[in-house]
């Protein structure tokens, strides 16, 4: 049984930062693909970032690259979304989420575990 519990959402002004963790548990964790995924309200769940077992292969959208930094600790069993020069869009919904594959996806499909979800919001 695999549980994904995000955590660090919260309100920031437009330019500032957050860090967003995701705790996981599981037998599969250490050795699986981990991405997040963000839904703004009225809109489509999409991808942000992702990474593989190591942290070696990194994937990011063109919406947030430069500006966000996804990376894993193995041994506390946790992904962080550290979110830079944030910008009013980026307010949503962030969920973190793991994939059984060798690769990264960018899509949802091959993920089959999520988290709850937890809300960034962004003031301009």
């Known amino acids: 049984q695999v549980q994904l519990v995000e955590s660090g959402g919260g309100l920031v002004q437009a330019g500032g930062s957050l860090r967003l963790s995701c705790a996981a548990s599981g037998r599969t964790v250490s050795s699986s693909v981990m991405g997040w995924f963000r839904q703004a309200p009225g809109k489509e769940r999409e991808f942000v970032a992702a990474l593989n077992w190591s942290g070696g292969i990194t994937r990011y959208a063109d919406s947030v690259k430069g500006r966000f930094t996804i990376s894993r600790d193995n041994a506390k069993n946790t992904v962080y979304l550290q979110m830079s020069s944030l910008k009013p869009e980026d307010t949503a919904v962030y969920y973190c989420?793991?994939?059984?594959?060798?690769?990264?996806?960018?899509?949802?499909?091959?993920?089959?575990?999520w988290g709850q979800g937890t809300q960034v919001t962004v003031s301009s």
């Open positions: 989420a793991l994939s059984l594959l060798f690769v990264v996806p960018t899509t949802e499909g091959p993920y089959k575990h």
